[in-house]
């Protein structure tokens, strides 16, 4: 991490010609347990990794925002005050419209846009794309955390953790909700982000996997998703169907008890994303239970089990994703399960850490053996939300 912050303030002069006001970081993350439940008002339970974006930032007196970044040679310019046009016609697009769409939603929540100076940014990071480790939170966390500061805007980080879900969700156009925001915003170091997606209400829930002697492997398949096309505007708009056909405002409302009336109201299939829901909500609430009662090692039955409903009745799992499970399980893992969106990205196993690299080498021979693609696997730690670094 020093190195890649010297190099990234190094980069940071070559791009404008002079030193940063500051660097700025967010960390992806990964969802312990709790998935697809935030756009239901339900509960989460993912926790900040040790991959991070970087963001130097300087501010600049002509009322431009210029964006960088160390994975596209694209610089993208635009003048702050043109900003709210450009997202209402759509015009913010590729990895800019990350950077851009934050500063166009701080706008959204109030921020005086025509008071504020323009910024050069440039942004670095290590979170994998395409991983399920929301990368994309990432850039949006450090992003609005770098502008809330030098445009002394004073909002919170849950009011940050808003303006990045609208950054994705009307700039990037991906009807995510808001639980990446709040992992990368909110994570403590080896804790996990409990948090009411209804009330918004968020707890660190301290995890103690290396005090255990545990740690979590994440399984990159490799299988590139994207949120702004496809399954999860599906899936989500099933739990809106599944929820208004039962009469409640989100499935939040639904409790396990109901499902038997929930069945003879609703289709098969509505009716599988339903329970889906309702059943993982009660799985986080058992999870943050038994992580503070007995502990790390007592959590795999929950994670396997949410593997499987999300598999069998929320349909959001692939091949990719069941064999590493399946591996992971058959080698040593505690528990495993695929964690973010699905439909590809990454599956997560929680293994005792002298059983890393064997079962490293399981998952890449089963692979091998099913003709999938090479996966990527490495080990990752609870870490700190986002911050300014200096
Ligand atoms: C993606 C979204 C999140 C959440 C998960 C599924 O990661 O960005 O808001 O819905 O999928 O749990």
Redesign the pocket.
């Known amino acids: 991490m020093t190195d890649m912050r010297d190099e990234v303030l190094e980069q940071f002069a070559d791009f404008t010609g002079h030193e940063a006001d500051g660097l700025w970081s967010a960390p992806g993350r990964v969802?312990l347990i709790?998935?697809?439940?935030?756009?239901n008002g339900g509960f989460?339970l993912p926790f900040a990794i040790d991959r991070r974006t970087l963001v130097a930032l300087g501010t600049r007196e002509d009322g431009m925002l210029r964006v960088a970044s160390t994975f596209s040679d694209e610089v993208v310019e635009l003048p702050l005050g043109d900003l709210a046009a450009a997202q209402a016609a759509g015009q913010l697009r590729g990895w800019a419209a990350y950077p851009l769409g934050v500063a166009w939603a701080l706008g959204a929540v109030g921020a005086d846009l025509a008071a504020v100076p323009g910024a050069d940014i440039l942004i670095d990071s290590n979170v994998p794309v395409g991983a399920?480790l929301?990368s994309?939170?990432a850039i949006e966390s450090a992003v609005a955390l770098a502008l809330n500061d030098v445009w002394q805007l004073g909002f919170s980080r849950e009011t940050l953790a808003r303006v990045g879900?609208r950054a994705?969700n009307d700039a990037v156009g991906?009807p995510?909700?808001?639980?990446?925001q709040s992992a990368s915003l909110l994570g403590a170091q080896d804790a996990a982000v409990f948090l009411d997606c209804r009330s918004l209400d968020a707890r660190v829930v301290p995890l103690g996997f290396e005090a255990a002697g545990l740690t979590i492997l994440v399984m990159d398949t490799g299988v590139q998703h994207a949120?702004s096309t496809g399954g999860?505007g599906e899936r989500?708009a099933s739990c809106e169907a599944g929820a208004a056909a039962l009469g409640v405002e989100t499935l939040r409302e639904i409790s396990i008890d109901e499902l038997d009336r929930a069945g003879r109201l609703l289709d098969d299939v509505t009716f599988r994303r339903v329970r889906h829901v309702v059943t993982e909500n009660q799985r986080v609430i058992d999870t943050v239970a038994l992580l503070e009662s007995t502990g790390p090692a007592t959590i795999g039955s929950l994670l396997d089990a949410s593997h499987r409903s999300l598999r069998d009745d929320f349909e959001?799992s692939v091949p990719e994703l069941d064999l590493a499970v399946e591996t992971a399980l058959d080698n040593g893992a505690i528990g495993a399960r695929m964690t973010?969106?699905?439909f590809g990205g990454a599956a997560i196993a929680l293994v005792p850490i002298e059983g890393v690299s064997r079962l490293q080498v399981a998952v890449d021979g089963a692979f091998a053996e099913h003709g999938f693609g090479v996966p990527t696997t490495f080990t990752v730690r609870p870490s700190a939300g986002a911050t300014r670094e200096s």
């Open positions: 969802n709790g998935e697809h439940t935030d756009y989460v399920g929301s994309s939170a879900q994705e991906a995510t909700g808001i639980m990446d949120h999860y989500r959001v973010g969106g699905g």
